[in-house]
């Protein structure tokens, strides 16, 4: 099964090498999102820096979903995917390959962009730290939830519209603990209990999301 997970990420990397536009388009966005926010703002605002964590939090989420419909979706459509679901390791290495692989090309990016992009609204240097923790363990989340979205829809015409709607709901808590840590720490405060909760939240999601997303998969064939 270990041997099945690294062929299907190694397979996901290569592809996205020879799609580089795909994955260079979220940090892109989430680049000029934030500038356009400091920009709209008033010189050497105090305020800036307050509504920071949240500028950066729902820019990473906007970010994240631009090319979360093309995680399934091409495989789906050439048949590819209904053969991995046959292979003798079974489905969920690849499931869980998919997404990784979803994160480290699109996640962890917007991780480590976030932190010159808070230097720019503001934020305090102390802060950095817990803003790319909360962001590290956040992220995560947002491939875990958005590809169990993708899954349910893979099979339904328009998809890239309900993603949306199905995500922003979910992945509330997630932007409400990663901004939360941020602002209790440029508070002063104790921020150990917002991570502590996402990484709660990350540690269910990785065993419950990926088989989640399996069977919707799977149910999509029928």
Known sequence: MLRAF???????????????GDWLLP???YLIVVTLFALGSKPNDPQL????PAVLWVGALLSALLNLDR???????DGSLEQMFLSPH??????????VGHWLLGGLPLAVLAVPLALQLGVPVKVLGTLFAGLLLGTPLLSLIGGFAAALTVGLPRAAVLLPVLVLPLIGPVVIFGAGAARA???G????GPLYL???????GLCLLPLAATAALRNSFD
């Open 90 to 99: 079974g489905p969920i290495a690849i499931v869980y390959a998919k997404l």
């Open 27 to 29: 940090p892109l966005f």
């Open 185 to 187: 720490a440029a508070a």
């Open 198 to 204: 996402l990484a709660s939240l990350l540690v269910l």
């Open 6 to 20: 690294a062929a299907a990420l190694r397979r996901e990397l290569r592809l996205a090498a020879r799609h580089k």
């Open 71 to 77: 995680l399934f979706r091409a495989d789906f459509d």
């Open 49 to 52: 820096a307050a509504f920071a």
């Open 189 to 192: 405060l104790d921020a150990a």
